[in-house]
């Protein structure tokens, strides 16, 4: 759980603050056999981020070098923990993305210290990646939470060693004269089902803290945080809007 959290702000149009422990916990639904279910080839129009063969689209964020992740059985891409987050070489703004992950079946830690990465929309703004199935934590630490903001409107996780699949729309925010003159705005479908609908954004993910807007270019890479936990990713593509 996470420390002194009573010290934080209170998260705007909410009776909640950042990581409150006591924000209501999003219902369960069960996703189906979906995340049964073989993982299926991208839309013609596709930008592919990783198909399995290689990393070559990815590289790390604070010095650029090549991606150290591993690949492994084929077609999956693995933390290697320690060696720190990724980015995409080719930056996006608004855009329809997909990702695949899994987390480890073997069960390690608990809360936030399990089968926890992330996905980061222009390195700043994060979707949850979490194994939270039997795992309880603060509401907006869930998967497909928008970090420390909102929590997703059901959680609608699979099982560890199975694959959720995310579908995310993004609308990028939009900065004129430096000046924020329209926030980002997120759609989320986890496992087929609606997560976050149209959730506007009330600035870039901190930890402990409310995020504000810093602006930065029209378009940004997509990070994949590396928090220590072997979480695997498998067909990660992406379309611009
Ligand atoms: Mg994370």
């Known amino acids: 759980m996470t420390k002194n959290y009573e010290n934080n702000p209170i998260i705007p149009n909410t009776d909640w603050k950042v990581h409150d422990q006591i924000r209501a916990q999003p219902e369960i639904v069960v996703p189906g056999s979906l995340c049964e279910l073989p993982s299926v080839t991208p839309p013609s129009d596709a930008t592919v981020l990783f198909d399995g063969s290689n990393t070559e689209e990815w590289v ?10 591993e690949i492994i059985d084929d077609n999956i891409m693995r933390v290697v ?17 997909h990702v695949e992950w899994s987390a480890p079946t073997e069960i390690k830690g608990e809360g936030q210290g399990r089968g926890n990465s992330g996905i980061f929309m222009m390195g700043d703004y994060e979707i949850q990646v979490l194994d939270d199935y039997s795992n309880p934590t603060y509401a907006d630490g869930l998967s497909c939470a928008l970090y420390g903001q909102k ?8 099982k560890p060693g199975q694959w959720h699949i995310y579908d995310i729309i993004w609308k990028a925010p939009i900065f004129t004269d430096d000046e924020l003159t329209s926030p980002a705005y997120v759609t989320v479908i986890h496992n087929g089902v609606v997560v976050q609908n149209n959730y506007k954004l009330i600035g870039r993910t901190t930890h402990m803290d409310l995020g504000t807007y810093a602006p930065h270019p029209a378009k940004g890479p997509i990070w994949l945080q590396d928090h220590g936990d072997l979480v695997s990713f498998r067909n990660i593509w992406i379309r611009d809007l």
């Open 60 to 69: 790390h964020v604070n010095d650029d070098r090549p991606c150290e992740w």
């Open 81 to 97: 923990p320690k060696t720190k987050n990724i980015k995409t070489k080719k930056s996006f703004g608004d855009c329809q993305l």
């Open 151 to 158: 929590p997703p409107l059901v959680n609608s996780s699979c």
